[in-house]
């Protein structure tokens, strides 16, 4: 149990496209979702934190007009990187929180985005 | 905010040796300390976790030490096999803050 996809796996785009990033929990239901950010080679670095029905909540430097965060569901959240440019490329990772857990987090697998 | 650091960056190990990377934290509200593997081009995956009202806790070659004094936590791997080899980060949270705040990894080589 406590399964979480993301889709797609990897993605190559256009400067100056739009990637949206989908996060989903297969077999729970997830109030919180979480979305972090990964370069090579160092720590996942959190970019928002996105409640159901709610405006998500961005760290700071994180700009939320360029990665827009909608969690429609329990189950599903997606990250939209608008405008992309090369310096956007890395690896993003979503995590969720299941209903009555404290503080657990289940990661998703992982997407691979390359801006070219 | 919570800070958490880790070491070594880098650990290489024989295989069959033991393995021990250390966190500090620095809130002391924190009471969540959870341990993760990752794989190369892969999400971090649970390997173990460990609550404040706990010292220890293990898991067959496993295992997690917490010092809420020292405010610090490490994870032991004992009888190391090359499949271990991957990125290990400790991530430390409380139940106000919800979120987890991630140690900088450790590299870890199990040589056969």
């Known amino acids: 149990g406590a399964v979480v996809s993301q889709h797609p796996s990897w993605v190559i785009c256009k400067s100056g496209t739009s990637v949206k990033i989908e996060c989903r929990s297969l077999?729970?239901?997830?109030?919180?979702m979480f979305w972090y950010r990964q370069f090579p080679k160092q720590s996942l670095m959190l970019m928002a934190t996105?409640?159901?029905?709610?405006?998500?909540?961005?760290e700071q430097g994180v700009e939320k007009d360029k990665f827009l965060i909608n969690h429609a569901s329990l189950t599903l959240s997606t990250l939209t990187v608008t405008s992309a440019h090369p310096e956007d490329s890395s690896f993003y990772i979503c995590?969720?929180?299941?209903?009555?857990?404290?503080?657990?987090?289940?990661f998703g697998p992982g997407t691979r985005l390359t801006v070219l | 905010g919570e800070n958490v650091e880790q070491h070594p960056s880098t650990l290489s190990v024989q295989e069959g040796d033991s393995a021990v990377i250390k966190c500090t934290y620095s809130?002391?509200?924190?009471?969540?300390f959870p341990w993760y593997k990752q794989e190369l081009g892969k999400g971090p995956q649970l390997i173990i976790d460990?609550?404040?009202?706990?010292g220890e806790k293990k898991d067959q070659r496993i295992a997690v030490t917490l010092n809420k004094t020292a405010k610090h936590f490490s994870l032991h791997i004992t009888e190391t096999q090359p499949e271990d080899s991957a990125v290990y980060f400790c991530?430390?949270?409380?139940?106000?803050?919800?979120?987890?705040?991630f140690g900088g990894g450790t590299r870890l080589m199990v040589k056969p």
């Open positions: 809130d002391s509200a924190s009471n969540y």
């Open positions: 996105s409640n159901e029905g709610s405006k998500a909540t961005y």
């Open positions: 077999d729970f239901q997830a109030t919180t």
């Open positions: 991530a430390a949270s409380s139940y106000a803050g919800n979120m987890l705040t």
């Open positions: 995590s969720a929180r299941r209903i009555g857990d404290n503080n657990e987090q289940f």
């Open positions: 460990i609550r404040s009202n706990v």
